[in-house]
């Protein structure tokens, strides 16, 4: 496969960002850090997490081998007009709360199917003040809110996040395409097909306890009841979901016993992901049967968190700190969790199997990876006496 | 593209919602095998046990459905990954048509690109359908009439967008159909370039 890629970029002079290149890394980290993923653009990909690009205000969203033909032959793609939705984050979130909570908690709210036809526009407050790395989380989830594109309306800290990256424009032509850029954001009339109100403020870290990632609690909370649900085949399904994750009803989620903790994936795997992880890590050791990896997104995020000695910060907590890729997101390259090992990670994706044949998946935002890491429970930062 | 018109046959009910496409095909086989290899292993996990043997208790394995040419499911059905290869896997063990709450966007449009007919219809009527089918009844699926019929239940009418209608039914290339316009598409480009220079130049 990678062969054959090599061979046919080379022919078809398709600029190739290899092993040895070091700028390589997920697509959905190295497009962004390069400056290559701009507001405006149309961004498609043969992977469904691109609709992280969104963050910039491109409308971005992953497609499949044929579209990616029809894409590279014709330089277009035809497209349905999507309805349209937007989420509005009001408030302000309370300390400790990341983005990866913001959009766990959204999901938790509407499920998985609440997106599905819509591209959704996230907005309000609590958007605004959440840096670009944040805002790459967030829209990271929007597949799995059903939306195939999320996006955020680019803003002064979309600007200066792009200004001097290499594949950004740069000098006058920067200035003008800034013009261009503000135009983008809805207009104050706008209409939307949906819209979805939610308070920040009330939002605590999330966890997942199930095998969708609308089975999302706070972190405080206890496993929900199948019971509760008046609906047979959901709760036949919500029972499912328990018998797999090998979890009972009522059990308080911040005491279950964990093996594995993994930071990183295209969800959380940048800079300020690890300097989060690192900050809640710092001075501890991780609990004696529980292996802990990090995989920073790219080799420039490795670079420059090893330039701030975070490496350091791991390695002497005794985490692992590995090569960048996708790694144990999608359970790639025997980058597995074993059959009934209990993985936190900071992924987007929990289905059965998804970290290899077995594995039960919690996803959480990097500060909680990281104290469930020291802890060997799922645990928030607070519980291992981090201030 | 292989056209769609009608089809019928046995209809394997797989009543779940947020069937995902890493449960479809895993990601080691998307690695390894190419497009017409991937029929055994559409729906491993649920399929097979460790040591390999089939899992009796799973539809797919069971009398008629073995020969299935329709899968009956629930809401978000092929959520998930944008893999093309879970449509391949269904489409290799011989289905051609899904009746579904709702669909992963993402897996509609692949199932669009390799003739496969996401249909979509309400809950209750997924519900009599698949109770009639889980019986080993045949279901008839017409795409020029837009009904699926059964004995029991005669037609029930289901919408499909117009544009992808007339694609399925005739198997066209969407490639070649865009390659008609493609001096429009040289058009657009050019005043594009005029207007956004820097999304075409770098640095």
């Given at each position: 496969?990678?062969?054959?890629?090599?061979?046919?970029?080379?022919?078809?002079?398709?600029?190739?960002?290899?092993?040895?290149?070091?700028?390589?890394?997920?697509?959905?980290?190295?497009?962004?850090?390069m400056?290559?993923?701009?507001?405006?653009?149309?961004?498609?990909?043969?992977?469904?997490?691109?609709?992280?690009?969104?963050?910039?205000?491109?409308?971005?969203?992953?497609?499949?081998?044929?579209?990616?033909?029809?894409?590279?032959?014709?330089?277009?793609?035809?497209?349905?007009?999507?309805?349209?939705?937007?989420?509005?984050?009001?408030?302000?979130?309370?300390?400790?709360?990341a983005?990866?909570d913001?959009?766990?908690?959204?999901?938790?709210?509407?499920?998985?199917?609440?997106?599905?036809?819509?591209?959704?526009?996230?907005?309000?407050?609590?958007?605004?003040?959440?840096?670009?790395?944040?805002?790459?989380?967030?829209?990271?989830?929007?597949?799995?809110?059903?939306?195939?594109?999320g996006?955020?309306?680019?803003?002064e800290?979309?600007?200066?996040?792009?200004?001097?990256?290499?594949?950004?424009?740069?000098?006058?032509?920067?200035?003008?395409?800034?013009?261009?850029w503000k135009?983008?954001?809805?207009?104050?009339?706008?209409?939307?097909?949906k819209?979805?109100?939610?308070?920040?403020?009330?939002?605590?870290?999330?966890?997942?306890?199930?095998?969708?990632p609308e089975?999302a609690?706070?972190?405080?909370?206890?496993?929900?009841?199948?019971?509760?649900?008046?609906?047979?085949?959901?709760r036949?399904?919500?029972?499912?979901?328990?018998?797999?994750?090998?979890?009972?009803?009522?059990?308080?989620?911040?005491?279950?016993?964990?093996?594995?903790?993994?930071i990183?994936?295209?969800?959380?795997?940048?800079?300020?992901?690890?300097?989060?992880?690192?900050?809640?890590?710092?001075?501890?050791?991780?609990?004696?049967?529980?292996?802990?990896?990090i995989?920073?997104?790219?080799?420039?995020?490795?670079?420059?968190?090893?330039?701030?000695?975070l490496?350091?910060i791991?390695?002497?907590?005794?985490?692992?700190?590995?090569?960048?890729?996708?790694?144990?997101?999608?359970?790639?390259?025997?980058?597995?969790?074993?059959p009934?090992?209990?993985?936190?990670?900071?992924?987007?994706?929990?289905?059965?199997?998804?970290?290899?044949?077995?594995?039960?998946?919690?996803?959480?935002?990097?500060?909680v990876?990281?104290?469930?890491?020291?802890?060997?429970t799922?645990?928030?930062?607070?519980?291992?006496?981090?201030? | 593209?292989?056209?769609?018109?009608?089809?019928?046959?046995?209809?394997?009910?797989?009543?779940?919602?947020?069937?995902?496409?890493?449960?479809?095909?895993?990601?080691?086989?998307?690695?390894?095998l190419?497009?017409g290899?991937?029929?055994?292993?559409?729906?491993?996990?649920?399929?097979?046990?460790a040591?390999?043997?089939?899992?009796?208790?799973?539809?797919?394995?069971?009398?008629?459905?073995?020969?299935?040419?329709?899968?009956?499911?629930?809401?978000?059905?092929?959520c998930?990954?944008?893999?093309?290869?879970a449509?391949?896997?269904?489409?290799?063990?011989?289905?051609?048509?899904?009746?579904?709450?709702?669909?992963?966007?993402?897996?509609?449009?692949?199932?669009?690109?390799?003739?496969?007919?996401?249909?979509?219809?309400?809950?209750n009527?997924?519900?009599?359908?698949a109770?009639?089918?889980?019986?080993?009844?045949?279901?008839?699926?017409?795409?020029?009439?837009?009904?699926?019929?059964?004995?029991?239940?005669?037609?029930?009418?289901?919408?499909?967008?117009?544009?992808?209608?007339?694609?399925?039914?005739?198997?066209?290339?969407?490639?070649?159909?865009?390659l008609?316009?493609?001096?429009?598409?040289?058009?657009?480009q050019?005043?594009?370039?005029?207007?956004?220079p820097?999304?075409?130049?770098?640095?």
């Open positions: 496969m990678v062969d054959t890629l090599r061979e046919q970029t080379t022919r078809m002079k398709i600029q190739r960002f290899d092993i040895e290149d070091g700028r390589q890394g997920i697509v959905h980290v190295i497009g962004p850090e400056g290559l993923t701009l507001p405006g653009l149309v961004i498609v990909c043969g992977d469904s997490h691109t609709c992280t690009h969104g963050a910039f205000g491109a409308i971005a969203w992953g497609i499949g081998s044929s579209e990616l033909v029809h894409v590279l032959a014709t330089q277009t793609i035809r497209q349905r007009r999507p309805k349209t939705m937007r989420v509005n984050f009001n408030g302000t979130p309370s300390e400790g709360v983005a990866k913001l959009i766990l908690y959204l999901i938790g709210v509407l499920g998985t199917s609440a997106g599905i036809g819509y591209a959704v526009e996230f907005s309000g407050p609590a958007i605004r003040q959440l840096d670009m790395e944040g805002r790459m989380t967030l829209c990271n989830l929007s597949i799995e809110l059903g939306a195939k594109m996006m955020i309306a680019p803003d800290v979309t600007f200066a996040y792009l200004q001097g990256l290499e594949f950004a424009p740069r000098g006058e032509q920067f200035d003008l395409a800034v013009e261009s135009l983008l954001a809805s207009g104050a009339d706008a209409v939307f097909d819209e979805v109100d939610i308070d920040v403020a009330a939002v605590k870290p999330q966890v997942t306890w199930g095998t969708s089975h609690a706070s972190i405080d909370a206890t496993v929900p009841d199948p019971v509760a649900e008046s609906d047979l085949a959901r036949a399904s919500l029972e499912g979901a328990l018998a797999y994750m090998q979890l009972e009803a009522g059990q308080p989620i911040d005491q279950i016993p964990i093996d594995h903790v993994f990183g994936s295209c969800a959380n795997s940048r800079l300020s992901d690890l300097q989060s992880a690192a900050r809640v890590v710092k001075g501890r050791r991780i609990a004696p049967n529980v292996t802990g990896w995989v920073p997104g790219s080799l420039k995020v490795k670079r420059q968190a090893e330039s701030e000695g490496d350091r791991f390695l002497d907590a005794g985490f692992e700190w590995r090569e960048p890729g996708c790694s144990m997101c999608v359970g790639a390259n025997g980058d597995l969790v074993g009934g090992q209990r993985c936190v990670s900071t992924s987007n994706r929990n289905f059965v199997g998804r970290q290899g044949p077995g594995a039960l998946t919690h996803l959480a935002s990097p500060a990876a990281a104290a469930s890491a020291i802890a060997g799922i645990a928030c930062p607070e519980m291992i006496g981090y201030k | 593209m292989k056209a769609f018109t009608i089809c019928e046959g046995y209809a394997a009910p797989l009543m779940h919602d947020n069937i995902d496409t890493d449960l479809i095909i895993r990601i080691e086989r998307i690695a390894k190419k497009r290899e991937f029929a055994p292993w559409a729906f491993e996990a649920n399929r097979y046990f040591d390999g043997a089939e899992d009796p208790s799973f539809v797919l394995n069971q009398v008629p459905f073995r020969k299935a040419q329709i899968l009956i499911s629930g809401a978000n059905f092929g998930g990954s944008s893999r093309e290869m449509v391949w896997s269904i489409e290799e063990f011989g289905i051609r048509c899904i009746i579904a709450q709702s669909y992963g966007d993402i897996f509609f449009g692949n199932c669009l690109q390799n003739g496969v007919l996401p249909i979509t219809l309400e809950q009527q997924i519900n009599a359908l109770k009639v089918a889980a019986s080993g009844a045949t279901v008839k699926v017409d795409l020029q009439t837009c009904t699926i019929s059964t004995v029991a239940t005669g037609a029930i009418s289901f919408a499909f967008p117009e544009a992808q209608r007339q694609a399925l039914l005739t198997g066209f290339d969407e490639v070649d159909q865009t008609k316009i493609v001096s429009q598409i040289d058009r657009f050019q005043e594009d370039r005029r207007v956004r820097w999304v075409y130049t770098v640095g």
